[in-house]
């Protein structure tokens, strides 16, 4: 089973830049779908945007696109989303996620707050 620690979140005022990282242990990262969602205080969760194993492909959100990267460097199991030109509407808990043969596993979780 694929264990996934995030990290890197924070405070940062708007228009700033954050970038977070998630590492998988456990399982097969190479070949499996990554992906960034958030979860802001009572709305649903969101896809934030997945790259697809080989890291060639990705998609995102449209309230992100043009804004946020993902990426990933598979011989370190890590995947990363890094956020430029942060909004206060980008505030939310931000958790990584790997598609396995059961679905999507899930990271913890980490808080990014912008300021306005």
């Known amino acids: 089973q694929v264990r996934l620690v995030e990290s890197g979140g924070g405070l940062v005022q708007a228009g700033g830049s954050l970038q977070l990282s998630c590492v998988a242990s456990?399982?097969?990262?190479?070949?499996?779908?990554a992906a960034w969602f958030r979860q802001a205080p009572g709305k649903e969760r969101e896809l934030v945007g997945r790259c697809y194993w080989h890291g060639a492909s990705t998609d995102y959100a449209d309230t992100v696109k043009g804004r946020f990267t993902i990426f990933r460097d598979n011989s370190k199991n890590t995947v990363y989303l890094q956020m430029d030109s942060l909004k206060p509407e980008d505030t939310a808990v931000y958790s990584c996620a790997v598609m396995t043969t059961r679905g999507w596993s899930w990271g913890q979780g980490t808080q990014v707050t912008v300021s306005s």
């Open positions: 456990g399982g097969i990262f190479s070949s499996s779908t």
